[in-house]
C-alpha cells in the first residue's frame, strides 16, 4: 500500500517558507500538480543493538545549541522522548506504527524536492525526528515531529496571525483554493496554547490538520497531527504527554 504524504508535508513547507520570507508561488502551483508517495515498509521493532547506538550517538557531547542534532529525541522500543521540548510519544500505548528511518528518508528528499531548498540549508535547518500512524499502521491518524531551525520565530497569537495571514496570500497565489488555514488555540499536554489548523480537501475528503510550536532557543519543535475531522485530529495530539 502507497501513502500520500504530499498534503502533510506541504502544510510544513508552507509553515517554513512563511516564516522564513516566502517562496514562489508558482514552485508550490507545481508542486501541487505531483502526487507524491511512498511506498510502506514493515516497521520492525529496533534491534538493541539500534537503539543503544542511537542512545550513545546523542549522547555526545559534541552538539551544541546551534547544531540542530542537539535538538533531537530518543527512539527506543518505539517510545519517542525529547528532553529538550519535555515530551514523550509512546507508539504502542497508543496504538501507533512509527514509519521506518527508510520511510522518513524518503520523505524528507520529497519535501527538499518540493520546497526547492537546498540539501546542505535542509541538513542544517530542518529534521523530521518521528513520524506515526494510528492503527498500527493502517489507520486515518498520524503525527509527526519536526525540529526546525526558524528564521523568524513565534511566540503569541499576534505573530502566529501574521504567519497564517502570509500562508493564505503564497495559497491564493498557487491556485490552491481546497486548502484554508487558520490560526487558534488547541491542547496539548494538558495546556492551552497557541496552534495552527489547516483544511485539505480533496472531492468528498476533507483531511483535518492541527500543528503545535514549541520554542527552544533558535530551533522550534513542530508537532502536527491529522485526520478526517478536527475532533480525530485533536486526539492524536493527545496521544503525546509531557516528559516532566
Same mark, same amino acid.
Given at each position: 500500500m +502507497?501513502k500520500n504524504?504530499?498534503? /502533510?508535508?506541504?502544510f510544513?513547507?508552507? @509553515?517554513?517558507? *512563511?516564516c522564513?520570507?516566502?517562496t514562489k508561488a $508558482? %514552485?508550490?502551483?507545481?508542486?501541487t500538480q /505531483?502526487?507524491?508517495?511512498?511506498?510502506?515498509t514493515?516497521?520492525?521493532e529496533?534491534?538493541?543493538?539500534?537503539?543503544?547506538?542511537?542512545a550513545?550517538?546523542? &549522547?555526545q557531547?559534541?552538539?551544541?545549541e546551534?547544531?540542530?542534532?542537539?535538538y533531537?529525541?530518543?527512539?527506543?522500543?518505539s517510545v519517542y %522522548?525529547?528532553?529538550?521540548?519535555?515530551? +514523550?510519544?509512546? @507508539?504502542p @500505548?497508543?496504538n501507533?506504527?512509527? $514509519?521506518?528511518?527508510?520511510n522518513? *528518508?524518503q520523505m524528507?528528499?520529497?519535501?527538499? =524536492?518540493?520546497?526547492?531548498?537546498?540539501e546542505e540549508? @535542509?541538513?542544517?535547518s530542518?529534521?523530521?525526528?518521528?513520524?506515526?500512524t494510528?492503527?498500527?499502521?493502517?489507520g486515518?491518524?498520524?503525527?509527526n515531529?519536526?525540529i526546525e531551525?526558524m528564521?523568524?520565530?513565534?511566540e503569541?497569537?499576534?505573530?502566529?496571525?501574521?504567519v !497564517?495571514?502570509?500562508?493564505?496570500?503564497?495559497? +491564493?497565489?498557487?491556485?490552491? !483554493?481546497?486548502v484554508?488555514?487558520?490560526?487558534? =488555540? /488547541?491542547?496539548?499536554?494538558?495546556?492551552?496554547?497557541?496552534?495552527?489548523? *489547516?483544511?485539505?480537501?480533496?472531492?468528498?475528503y476533507?483531511?483535518?490538520?492541527?500543528?503545535?510550536y514549541i &520554542?527552544s532557543?533558535?530551533?522550534?519543535a513542530?508537532i502536527t497531527a491529522?485526520s478526517?475531522s478536527?475532533e480525530r485530529a485533536? &486526539?492524536?495530539?493527545d496521544?503525546?504527554? *509531557?516528559?516532566?
Amino acid at each position: 500500500m +502507497k501513502k500520500n504524504i504530499f498534503a /502533510a508535508l506541504l502544510f510544513l513547507t508552507m @509553515a517554513v517558507t *512563511a516564516c522564513s520570507g516566502g517562496t514562489k508561488a $508558482e %514552485t508550490l502551483a507545481e508542486s501541487t500538480q /505531483a502526487e507524491s508517495t511512498v511506498e510502506e515498509t514493515t516497521t520492525e521493532e529496533p534491534t538493541t543493538e539500534e537503539t543503544t547506538t542511537q542512545a550513545e550517538v546523542l &549522547k555526545q557531547d559534541t552538539h551544541t545549541e546551534e547544531d540542530i542534532q542537539y535538538y533531537r529525541g530518543r527512539k527506543e522500543n518505539s517510545v519517542y %522522548t525529547n528532553e529538550v521540548f519535555n515530551i +514523550k510519544f509512546d @507508539a504502542p @500505548a497508543n496504538n501507533y506504527k512509527m $514509519e521506518t528511518r527508510e520511510n522518513i *528518508a524518503q520523505m524528507r528528499d520529497i519535501f527538499i =524536492k518540493q520546497s526547492g531548498i537546498s540539501e546542505e540549508v @535542509a541538513d542544517e535547518s530542518i529534521y523530521m525526528d518521528v513520524y506515526a500512524t494510528s492503527e498500527n499502521g493502517t489507520g486515518v491518524s498520524n503525527v509527526n515531529v519536526v525540529i526546525e531551525k526558524m528564521g523568524t520565530p513565534f511566540e503569541n497569537e499576534t505573530e502566529l496571525e501574521k504567519v !497564517v495571514a502570509r500562508l493564505q496570500e503564497q495559497y +491564493k497565489a498557487a491556485g490552491m !483554493v481546497n486548502v484554508s488555514v487558520e490560526s487558534g =488555540k /488547541a491542547m496539548f499536554t494538558g495546556k492551552e496554547t497557541i496552534a495552527m489548523s *489547516a483544511t485539505d480537501t480533496t472531492g468528498d475528503y476533507t483531511v483535518y490538520r492541527k500543528q503545535i510550536y514549541i &520554542k527552544s532557543g533558535n530551533f522550534m519543535a513542530i508537532i502536527t497531527a491529522s485526520s478526517i475531522s478536527e475532533e480525530r485530529a485533536q &486526539k492524536a495530539l493527545d496521544t503525546f504527554t *509531557a516528559l516532566r
